[in-house]
């Protein structure tokens, strides 16, 4: 029992009764089963000398909030003289009890709002500093500095590492806190906690449930543990999982010198907020594995362009004597030859050709997925680089009965573009026309619109009567090296890059490309 308020008479200036035994009191008068059940009881006080025979006054207890549970009371007392309280006066007095109770339980149900108000906020500032942490320790801190008690000293994050069978074989000291970091820690040197990174110690705690110990000396650890434990001068200690993804990731150590009583609340706000950050220790260790993968990656991607460019330039160099000796022996400089040489060397100056053509997609998708693609912006006719193309294309025609149109309409404006990469673009549409037309004719139109935001744009399309694309084949039309499985694709031959490369081009000229089924 307690005294929490004591109200003296205005005639009695004394303290309280130093004489006095109220323990003995209550539990003299207590034991009787009247006291219990009107609520109150009256009698003799008793003074602290059990050699005493005279009481040294009366008194009346009434329990607060007056029911028979003698958790609290007013005791009324008349000292000096022995008195007999009379029912009325015990009847009022009831009244002023059952008023102070109210009160009583008013005033714990605001200290319990505000206790949980305050528990509120710190949860809310542990978990917002949690999912701003950038780091192990910075997660370990935030959670301690907000939430431990000035009791816990010490606390320790330990990772797993696991196997491919998925078995922790290593133990490993992520980060660790001490009280010190939050100016209460009045200890000596900071202890070093690697000794408890053996598996043979933690192993009881794997795939565990959260263990709080008030009191290390009488816990049920193995001997090795507590020997640790106590060589660092731990007496109190709580073991918290961290669990993501049905897997066990590691352990939270709190620590605390002196024998702390780990309370509801303990046990109450540490496993959700551990689980966070197990949560967030998965998010960050994916986090790292994508990063990873990215880099590596793009190290392949950067191994693979250097790689084509490499070999389109030492491929390209002597291709192009092949290409220029023949074109030299097939117009005769170096002297007559047979109709036999003329025939095969047409072939190799051919096949030479079409194989630098290759060389050179290689390339230019090699640069364009590096993103060193290079535009020489500047203004062009749009006109003259069409009627350019066209002609480059003639020479593919041979023997087919195709004939290829021009229509303008209107004048067209000058445009900012790459000269050189917009030919290249309708070279590549007009070859593709060209290639799977048998009889019939190749159209390419251009003409100025206006673009949904107002601003003019021209068109150009390019139509053939040829064989046409299958809706399935149009989808993949414009991905690299994608062609479609007919016979005729595979008879024309190709790389399945000019389309790909195109799409590029244009997109790098902030332009679009697609297919237009009627025009």
């Known amino acids: 029992w307690k005294t929490i308020k004591y109200w003296p008479a205005p005639m009695h200036t004394g303290a309280l009764p130093p004489m006095v035994d109220y323990q003995a009191s209550i539990n003299l008068l207590t034991a009787t089963e009247s006291g219990l059940e009107k609520g109150w009881i009256s009698g003799p006080l008793l003074g602290r000398d059990r050699g005493e025979t005279a009481p040294l006054g009366s008194f009346l207890f009434l329990t607060v909030p007056g029911k028979s549970l003698w958790r609290s009371y007013i005791s009324i007392e008349q000292h000096g003289s022995q008195r007999i309280w009379q029912k009325e006066e015990i009847d009022i007095l009831k009244v002023a009890a059952d008023a102070l109770s109210n009160t009583i339980i008013r005033e714990g149900l605001m200290d319990q709002l505000q206790a949980s108000l305050d528990e509120t906020e710190n949860l809310y500032h542990a978990s917002h500093q949690l999912a701003l942490s950038a780091s192990d320790s910075d997660m370990l801190a935030s959670l301690s500095r907000h939430l431990a008690p000035p009791q816990i000293q010490h606390a320790l994050l330990v990772l797993f590492d696991n196997n491919e069978d998925g078995e922790t074989t290593v133990l490993r000291q992520a980060a660790v806190w001490h009280a010190a970091d939050k100016g209460f820690y009045n200890g000596g040197q900071k202890p070093d906690f690697t000794e408890v990174l053996r598996i043979d110690i933690l192993e009881d705690y794997l795939k565990s449930n959260p263990v709080f110990y008030d009191d290390v000396r009488f816990a049920p650890l193995s001997e090795d543990f507590r020997t640790v434990l106590q060589q660092k001068g731990i007496l109190s200690l709580a073991v918290l999982p961290l669990w993501a993804s049905k897997r066990q990731l590691g352990v939270m150590l709190l620590c605390a010198e002196r024998a702390y009583h780990f309370t509801n609340r303990d046990m109450r706000i540490y496993p959700p907020l551990v689980d966070q950050m197990a949560i967030a220790i998965e998010n960050e260790r994916a986090y790292e594995l994508s990063q990873k993968a990215l880099r590596d990656i793009k ?144 159209t390419v139109k251009a003409w100025v619109t206006n673009a949904a935001d107002g601003e003019k744009e021209v068109w150009v399309t390019v139509a053939d009567t040829g064989i046409g694309i299958s809706p399935e084949n149009q989808k993949k039309l414009f991905e690299p090296f994608s062609q479609p499985d007919t016979v005729q694709v595979r008879r024309a031959g190709g790389s399945g890059l000019g389309l790909s490369i195109s799409r590029s081009l244009i997109e790098l000229h902030h332009g679009r490309i697609g297919i237009l089924q009627s025009i």
């Open 299 to 442: 190290e392949v991607d950067r191994l693979k362009s250097q790689f084509l460019a490499t070999m389109s330039h030492e491929l390209r160099s002597p291709l192009n004597s092949i290409i220029g000796f023949s074109q030299v022996i097939l117009k005769g400089i170096d002297g007559p030859t047979t109709d036999l040489q003329q025939h095969d060397l047409a072939a190799i100056y051919e096949s030479g050709q079409l194989l630098l053509s290759l060389i050179n997609d290689v390339l230019d998708l090699s640069k364009i997925e590096a993103g060193k693609m290079e535009l020489a912006i500047a203004a062009m006719s749009l006109e003259d680089v069409i009627s350019s193309a066209i002609s480059s294309t003639r020479g593919l025609i041979k023997n087919k009965a195709i004939t290829i149109r021009q229509e303008i309409k209107g004048p067209l404006p000058s445009i900012n573009a790459d000269a050189i990469r917009i030919r290249q673009v309708l070279i590549n549409l007009l070859s593709n026309a060209v290639k799977f037309t048998e009889v019939g004719t190749v």
